[in-house]
Structure formats: C-alpha cells, structure tokens
C-alpha cells in the first residue's frame, strides 16, 4: 500500500507539473494566432475591404436619354499619380519595403476587384529617375581591377556626395573592361548598380498586370529631371519602358500624352520637337472633327475617332494656387494659399494656352501636386489633380475612376487604406498582447476578473 500511494503522489506531481507548462503552450498559441490574424488583416484584407467600396461612376449614353441607335461602348479606366519608388540615394530598405507593399496591394487588390481595362500613371513613377543611369557607384577606396576600368577617368560625384560612380556604359569602360557591364559587379567594395534597371524591374513587380489590360504613363521630373536636367538620354531610356506613342485611341476614344516637362517654352531642341509633336497631333485631331467636309490638307490617311481628347499630363496647367481646392485630399490649410511657380509647380500661362488652344480637350488630368484639386479652364474644360497613389506623400493615398464614351464621362475618387488605420490597429494589437503577457505572468489582474469582482463587490453593497 505505501508503494502504491507513493506512485500515486508522483503521478500527481507529474500532472502538476505538465499543467504550467500545458498553460504557456496555449498563451504562446494565442498570442501567435492574434499575431498571424493583426499581419493578416493590415497587409491583405484591410486592401480588400476599403477598395470593395468603389464602385465604376454611371455615364449617360444616348440610349439612357431615350435615343435610338447602338449604345456606346464604354472604357473603363484607372488614373493614378505619384508613385514615387524611392531609388539607391535616398531610399532606405525599410521605407522601401513598406511603401513599395502598400503600392503593390493596393494596385493589385484594384485590378482583381474593379477590373480596369485600360490604367494611365500620370508622372513621377520614379523617384530618383533624374539621377539614376547606367552606373555603379564605388567605395572611397575601389579595388584595382575597378580602377584600372576607367583609364579616360569616366568616374565622377556620385548624387549623395559620399562617393565616386563608373558610368558602366561609358565607351573607355566598355573597352578596357568589356565584360564589366554585364557582370553582377560583386566585387568587395562596390556597392551599387545599374539603379535604372532596378527601379524599373521594381515597378513591374508591383504594377504587373494581365496582359488584356493596357498601362500607359508619361514622364514626370522625377523620371526625367526638370528642364534643366533632362536631355534626350532619360526621355528615350523612358520612353523604351513605356509606350512612346502621345495619341492614344481606344474605344473611339482619344488619349493625348503629354510630356509636360518639355513645355518649357525656351526653344531648346527637345521643347521645339515637343511643340512641333503636339501640333501634329492637333493638327489630326482637327482633321477628325471634319468628317463629313474633310479638308484636302488632311489627306488619306488613317482617321481619328471624331472626339474630343482627354488631355493627361503631369504638370497640372496654370493656376496660382490651391485656394479654391476642397475634400478630405486637398492641400493642407498651411499650403492652399501659397503661391505656385510657373514652369516649376504648374505649367506656364503660355504652355497652358496653347495646350487648351491647339488640342481642345473636354477633360485633362494630372498629377505633381500630391493632392487633390478640381479646376474649370476657359470654356467650362476640367481639370482633375490626381492625389499621390503613396503612403510616402500623403495618408490617405487615392486614385480615380473614369467610364468615358466617345461623347461623356463620368469620374469617382477611390480611396486607399489610411496609413494611420494600419499603424492604431498595429499599436493597440501590440499593447494587447504585452497586456495578455503581464496577465499570464501573474504581473496585472486580468481585466476580466478585475471587472467581475468589482460588479460582484457592488452587487453586495
């Protein structure tokens, strides 16, 4: 019998001793599983749940007004601004990595919910396009085989003034280091790459898309540097990314795009092709219009859908300010009145007139600003700011919602997670698993029993 209760006494304690650790098994389990469900619902549903409420805007066709005839056809477009991809000078991996996610999720989560068929970036794509090249940057002390690559001295300042870059594609490298291009350039102490083709591999990854669905962009100082930095260079290495082509006609419907960094009005090369580019494409335009009585001028050629374009652009076109800017994206209060600058914030007066003059757009979008604005030109033409597409610029990234026939169009504004949502659901996820921890290690009452004992103590009284 003493044996037996002895047994009996270390099974017991056995059994006590499983029961702490059974109990921190199940804590671990739980704050894993809140862990898992926060990860979850701020990275992926939170995108599912906020683009869930957009919905395609409603656009009269002569069918809905009781006219006879086939309806027309309707496109349905994306138009988003700002992207901002941060580079190798200026962007930190983390920053990266989160702003580059939030994008990705956003875009992606658009495309399988809404199904665009076509989506315009108006502009700044890139953040560091109008530094990034074919070039490596180097330590302050390259290795030999590094030095000996650049005989014509073909290195030079590097943006971020810590250090020497090679121009990789430089002839004098080429030669003397032929096979130098193409390697990974792993070599101790160099420490960059071909930041353009890294950028632009990036903005696939989060931008893809399936292949029914057509991405066009047009260039933003950003990409190209402003008029004093770009030269013919940056605008061809952007125009090889992105489709080239300024008039654009899908659906009967005309898409002018234009490189608004061109409009400097200076009458330097690229500024005079630029003007004389859109002068042919007004001059086609017009052409569409006389259908019926078409000029001998116009020729036989392939004929434009007689409709007036929409106008896309990065620039926004002349206005002084943002004063007269209202919703919930517009400019903050400490930035509506100040002043814009010409040719830097917004196009010239010039630019501006001949753009209205010479294209006659019913519509004209745009971005640079980061915020939201709609504005009236001259004969009752709208002009619609595209808000920043990043968390990077503002909080409450959005882009808009065009169903445009030959003849109408109808617009809505959808919005993206709020980036301070994200970061109060992170912040009280996290005070509620420190919370469960202090309760579990005997540190803090729970609240449950905290709550029930104070109701059970005013029951009594």
């Known amino acids: 019998m003493a044996a037996g209760d002895m047994a009996s006494t270390r099974l017991g304690a ?21 862990v898992f469900a926060v990860l979850l619902f701020c990275e992926f549903l939170i995108y599912y749940l906020v683009i869930f409420r957009c919905s395609w ?39 990266k990595l989160r702003r580059e996610w939030q994008m990705e999720r956003a ?47 073909a290195a030079g300042p590097h943006p971020g003034g810590t250090h020497s870059v090679l121009d990789v594609s430089a002839e004098p490298v080429l030669r003397t280091c032929p096979d130098l291009r193409a390697s990974s350039l792993s070599l101790g102490s160099v420490r960059g790459r071909q930041a353009w083709a890294d950028d632009v591999g990036r903005f696939w990854k989060i931008f893809r898309h399936p292949p029914h669905v057509q991405l066009r962009a047009v260039a933003g100082n950003h990409d190209i540097g402003f008029h004093y930095q770009m030269n013919t260079y940056k605008i061809k290495r952007f125009e090889k990314v992105f489709n080239p082509e300024r008039l654009f006609s899908w659906k009967g419907i005309n898409f002018v795009m234009v490189n608004s960094v061109a409009l400097e009005g200076d009458g330097c ?43 896309l652009q990065h620039f926004p076109l002349y206005r002084r300010n943002d004063a007269n800017c209202s919703g ?60 920043s597409f990043s968390w990077r610029n503002r909080n409450n990234p959005s882009f808009i919602m065009g169903s445009i026939t030959p003849t109408e169009y109808a617009l809505a504004k959808c919005y993206l997670p709020c980036e301070d949502t994200v970061l109060t659901t992170y912040c009280t996820a996290a005070g509620g698993l420190v919370l469960l921890t202090l309760v579990h290690a005997g540190l803090v009452a729970s609240p449950f029993h905290f709550g029930w004992n104070m109701l059970r103590k005013f029951k009594t009284t």
């Open 14 to 34: 056995g059994r006590q001793h499983l029961r702490p650790l059974k109990r921190r098994g199940l804590v671990l389990l739980r704050l894993t599983a809140i």
């Open 57 to 95: 805007p409603a656009v009269k066709t002569p069918a809905d007004a009781g006219g006879l005839g086939t309806p027309e056809p309707v496109l349905r477009v994306m138009f988003l601004a700002d992207s901002h991809l941060l580079g190798a000078v200026r962007g930190h991996w983390l920053d």
């Open 107 to 153: 875009f992606q989560t658009a495309l399988w919910l809404l199904q665009p068929e076509v989506v315009f970036i108006l502009g700044d794509i890139f953040d560091e396009g109008k530094w990034s090249s074919s070039q490596v940057s180097l330590g302050p002390n390259p290795p030999s085989s590094l030095r000996e690559c650049d005989p014509a001295g």
């Open 269 to 311: 090369d690229i500024c005079s092709g630029a003007e004389a580019e859109l002068l042919e494409i007004s001059h086609r335009l017009n052409c569409s219009r006389e259908q019926e009585h078409r000029p001998q001028e116009c020729g036989d050629g392939q004929r434009l859908p007689a409709s007036a374009p929409i106008l």
């Open 328 to 387: 919930e994206d517009a400019a903050p209060p400490d930035e509506k009145y100040t002043p814009f600058k010409e040719r830097y914030d917004v196009l010239s007066q010039e630019a501006s007139r001949k753009l209205l003059w010479w294209l006659r757009p019913r519509l004209v979008l745009s971005g640079h600003t980061h915020s939201a604005c709609e504005v009236l030109h001259g004969a009752g033409v709208l002009e619609v700011s595209v808000p």
